[in-house]
């Protein structure tokens, strides 16, 4: 049929009107998941835009459509600012009706969250932020954390540290609730492995760029170790310039919290050898590899790492619940929402099998990898050498020791 | 061992010369900064996002032509410099006659668009470049190991910074941009093109930005915020050693990259502050900077 402009102009314009007349139809519940993350800053790619695609492939692997659920991603960028967090999170629940805050890295922040969503009974589930806090003093009911923590992260990497003898450290800390948690975590560890803490610098964070300064004193300290407590940008400068200073002649540097796309950053020439931990790989297995040749199309210029699986994971489980309990049920109380998420097994592509201990800490494996060189790396991307494993129940820290309030003794 | 303030004398030497090379970029880019105001009257809020332009297009030269650190040392700043004839022949050239305000708001949102495409095409995490073979490596001072390519960053440093100064203190050139400055419709009447005299101006300042961008390339990640995160503190540079004064953004650039590394061995947490502790005082006691000219 030939259809000229203006009778497509004509039925344009009647297809219009036709919502308008169409009878009023009962509202199905419609589950909301706010990703909130920095979107623009330091952290960018750590989550950012990639967290909000493997977020989505939760709800397309989940099969949302098929089984009859009706559930809407929105995401924003919180800039690192607790307070603009904050405004953004209240905003979500009280107008836009979001059931759960999903991602948010950046400690300072997420900490700031953790009252809010408690208050509105919502669910928070944290993928993005290290502080191991958040399952300790500062725990909630309403909040799981998913992916990694400070403790998880200085048992591993310090711990593989101290074994191979590097027992005095030396600390370059960003100055901020996550810097002087790592920091502290890891001052306990190697502690009571036998070692001693030299000294510590605590740089302004966000904002430092030169950390020469402090790369000097380190090294006049004399330890063995330098432990780096910052992340994303500060960590890629951090260990180019102690390349640069020749810091790696005379000590080891224990590069924290980093990941794939910091090495990235920094390239294999100046990151081969360094040992890092996460929980996620995209080449561990068959699962994970499936798994990001289904979200890479989406995200071409950054692979997945442990933060970004750590959001399709914790979606993917979060929808399991509300299936099972039903999404009308699922929107009404958080509490509930996270109960019976902590009363099922999980299980996805990324993590293999967990489960979610009473506190909120999601028990889920730690690896140990070792950067390869460049001879060694056969493809893009191609960065680790597994080096060990933690099962997730040694992996992170007792819950008796971590305080928790909200758990009756 | 001498010890100066309950600091071993050695390392507070080290500090005192890793001052002075993070000096020179502030010194660098508030030169840039102080040229643009003196003789445009604009405060260039996108000289930040220019440093950053400057050190990409050495990354794009490199993985995209083979062009190594050397030519990109000059075909970067080259090629900034054209794009910021661009942008003050189409945009930046509309507002001489507007309050300062429009400008400073104008180059704050180039900036800002630049960054955002930036950050867009490459991530946020940065691009790895790497030191130069020649400069790469680092040389026992005795009280400090020191890697050559710092000590590069502090000769090439002073020298363009002193050869910029010589040209708008002492040629004939420098003359009549001054002039220019001082009144233009007079120095038209000379016959000088005054607006092309504008239009090279603003290319050479930021051509200075690009020139600092390609030397903190293989020391900083390169990436989208490595402007922003500089570009507070050299404002703070420009304001305390005068605005549009040249040689007073110099020397306070040097000065305060000490100010900042000393700061960084007494009290860590403050070296992001000090600078402007310094600004208010200075401003306090000499509002026109410390090298600016009485009105």
Redesign the interface.
Known sequence: MLLSRRSALTSAAVAATLPLVRPARAQKPKLKIGVLNDQSGPYANTGGATSVVCTKQALEDFGVATKGMDVEVISADHQNKPDLAVSIARQWFDRDGVDMLLDVPTSSVALALQSVVREKNKVFLNSGAASSALTGEQCSPNFVHWTYDTFMLAKSTGGAMVKAGGDSWYFLTADYAFGKQLQGDTSALVKAAGGKVLGAAQYPFPGTTDFSSFLVQAQASGAKVLGLANAGGDTVNSIKQANEFGLNNSMKVAALLMFISDVHALGLDVAHGLNLTESFYWDMNEKTRAFTKRVLPKTPTNYPNMDHAGCYSATLHYLKACADMGIAEAKKDGVATVNRMKAMPVEDDCFGKSKIREDGRNLVTSYLFEVKKPSESKGPWDYYKLVATTPGDEAFRPMADGHCGFIKA | MIMIFGI?GP?LF??LL??L??GAFYAMLSLGLAVIFGMLNIINFAHGALFMMGAFVSWILLNYLGIGYFPALILSPLLVGIFGIILEKTIISRLYKLDHLYGLLLTFGLSLVIE?LF?NA???????Y??PEMLSG?TNLGF??M?N??GWVVAAALVVCISTWLIIEKTSLGATLRAATENAPMVQAFGVNVPRLITLTYAGGVALAAFAGVLAAP???V?P??GS??I?TVFAVVVIGGMGSIMGSILTGFGLGVVE?LT??FY??????VVFVVMVIVLLVRPRGLFGKAA
């Open positions: 071993p390392l080290g500090q890793l001052g090379i993070n955002g950050r490459y991530g946020s995490s940065g691009m790895p790497r030191i680092a400090m190991y890697p390519y710092r020391i900083y990640s990436n915020n490595m995160n500089f507070n590394g960084k061995v860590p947490q403050a070296s992001a502050t």
